[in-house]
């Protein structure tokens, strides 16, 4: 959420920046005038409750002198009535305020690229040598249904289109990568968590998830009160929800291997074969909480972390500065990580690591005292280090032989427990 005295005082700065993402200037004007109006109410309501405090004391002061007070009785039973009215004009008028700002997404960080959608992104840098093969490529879910490792069809049977069984040696690389990936975030300094995987939606407002992405949202409930996390995300930045973190913590940093569910509401016929864009996958999360100007510093080790375990798997990758039309909406700043995907040509996002700056701990109430003892937001970061399900399917492709086997990435050997993936046993 946005800090209501920066949109009052800085009101055509901040609709030039939300301009740039989507936002009409109109909305703006509209939450300041809600805003203006709430205040001039408050106004008049505490000069009416200073009114009452005289009246009441010249009732009473009637009343000892034994005088006639049922002239001032009847003022105050009018001022009474007026500032109960104007409470509730209040209360309403906080309620549509609230309503609007959630659903303004964060001020972008003024280094990013303006445009309208991912064709204005910024590439960084790129690491690893693009694979050449002596045969045409197959697509990863291609080798793993010939391999007998990835089952789309039972998955579609049993739960519907964009699920899948991960069989055997499937199963067994899929464990494989993230354990790693665990292992080396605990390396960098993460501390490992276990979240719920289940979110009272308090936690999805917290993160920005709602209520812009409430049909994205798998809900369930009696009152549809409870949401499956789409990201490990939500649970870990909530973690210290209404809370005051002790400074000397900061940066606190977790990691968190979670099942991700998504109904994926917004990209009918995209990736509908593969691992690529599920209902359900498995995602091993960054999230940083750091003092406001440690902030961008963080962005930046929180990408290199993303980009070690590539470089450590030797999977080309590059990295992308996302434009204010292609960042999500909670991000203040947005690197992508992509990597290569031989059987498509092209570099596909397998961990996005964002700066939310205070937007997350304004909505979430996550704060801590600075040197003077004053109460800041933190600032929050999240990255995924990385989509599990991606980094399977990116192994297969950049690591198939002619013979349809798979060799291990050298790394994971220990965690796989062999040097490639042969045909399995049909079931």
Same mark, same amino acid.
């Given at each position: 959420?946005?800090?209501?005295?920066?949109?009052?005082?800085?009101?055509?700065?901040?609709?030039?920046?939300?301009? #740039?993402?989507?936002?009409?200037? /109109?909305?703006?004007?509209? =939450?300041?005038?809600? &805003?203006?109006? !709430?205040?001039?109410?408050?106004?008049?309501?505490?000069?009416?409750k200073a009114r009452r405090n005289t009246v009441s004391d010249q009732i009473g002061l009637k009343k000892r002198q034994k005088?006639?007070?049922?002239?001032?009785?009847?003022?105050?039973?009018?001022?009474?009535?007026?500032?109960?009215?104007?409470?509730?004009?209040?209360?309403?008028?906080?309620?549509?305020?609230?309503?609007?700002?959630?659903?303004?997404?964060?001020?972008?960080?003024?280094?990013i690229p303006v445009g309208p959608d991912e064709d204005s992104n910024r590439e960084e840098r790129k690491w690893g040598e693009i694979p050449s093969f002596d045969f #045409?490529?197959?697509?990863?879910? /291609?080798?793993?249904?010939? =391999?007998?490792?990835? &089952?789309?069809? !039972?998955?579609?049977?049993?739960?519907?289109?964009?699920?899948?069984?991960?069989?055997?040696?499937?199963?067994?690389?899929?464990?494989?990568?993230?354990?790693?990936?665990?292992?080396?975030?605990?390396?960098e300094g993460y501390k490992e968590m276990i979240t719920p995987y289940l979110v009272k939606d308090e936690a999805m407002y917290g993160t920005g998830q709602y209520p812009k992405f409430m049909d994205d949202a798998y809900r369930v409930g009696t009152n549809d009160d409870m949401t499956l996390i789409p990201t490990a995300e939500v649970p870990l930045t909530n973690y210290f929800r209404e809370e005051v973190i002790d400074a000397d913590k900061l940066p606190y940093s977790v990691t968190a291997l979670s099942p991700a569910f998504?109904?994926?509401?917004?990209?009918?016929? !995209?990736?509908?074969?593969?691992?690529?864009?599920?209902?359900q996958f498995n995602k091993v999360e960054m999230v940083k909480f750091t003092k406001q100007e440690d902030s961008?510093?963080?962005?930046?080790?929180?990408?290199?972390?993303?980009?070690?375990?590539?470089?450590?798997?030797n999977l080309p990758y590059h990295?992308?500065?996302?434009?204010?039309?292609?960042?999500?909406?909670?991000?203040?700043?947005?690197?992508?990580?992509?990597?290569?995907?031989?059987?498509?040509?092209?570099?596909?996002?397998?961990?996005?690591?964002?700066?939310?700056?205070?937007?997350?701990?304004?909505?979430?109430?996550?704060?801590?005292?600075?040197?003077?003892?004053?109460?800041?937001?933190a600032h929050t970061l999240n990255g995924s280090g990385l989509a599990v399900g991606r980094t399977v399917a990116a192994i297969l492709e950049n690591y198939q032989n002619q013979d349809g086997t798979v060799t291990i990435p050298e790394v994971l050997r220990p965690y796989f427990g062999a040097d490639k993936i042969v045909p399995e046993d049909s079931l």
């Open positions: 959420m946005l800090d209501m005295k920066l949109i009052r005082h800085e009101t055509e700065q901040v609709k030039e920046r939300l301009a #740039t993402r989507g936002v009409a200037p /109109e909305e703006v004007d509209a =939450l300041v005038a809600d &805003d203006a109006k !709430r205040r001039e109410l408050l106004v008049q309501t505490e000069e009416l005088e006639d007070a049922s002239d001032v009785i009847a003022e105050m039973q009018q001022v009474s009535a007026t500032i109960k009215e104007l409470d509730e004009q209040v209360t309403a008028l906080d309620k549509q305020i609230k309503e609007r700002a959630l659903h303004f997404p964060n001020l972008p960080n003024e280094t #045409t490529p197959k697509a990863h879910f /291609e080798i793993g249904e010939d =391999l007998g490792i990835l &089952d789309f069809e !039972r998955g579609a049977k049993v739960s519907g289109a964009r699920f899948v069984y991960y069989v055997g040696q499937g199963a067994r690389l899929e464990r494989a990568v993230y354990n790693f990936m665990l292992d080396e975030h605990q390396k998504r109904q994926e509401a917004g990209s009918a016929g !995209r990736d509908t074969r593969g691992l690529i864009r599920m209902h961008y510093q963080a962005l930046e080790d929180m990408t290199v972390n993303a980009e070690s375990l590539l470089k450590k798997l990295v992308i500065t996302l434009s204010t039309g292609d960042m999500g909406f909670s991000a203040a700043k947005t690197y992508d990580v992509e990597v290569w995907m031989p059987q498509q040509d092209i570099y596909r996002e397998i961990s996005s690591v964002s700066n939310t700056e205070a937007f997350q701990a304004r909505r979430a109430r996550i704060q801590y005292r600075d040197e003077n003892g004053k109460l800041q937001f």
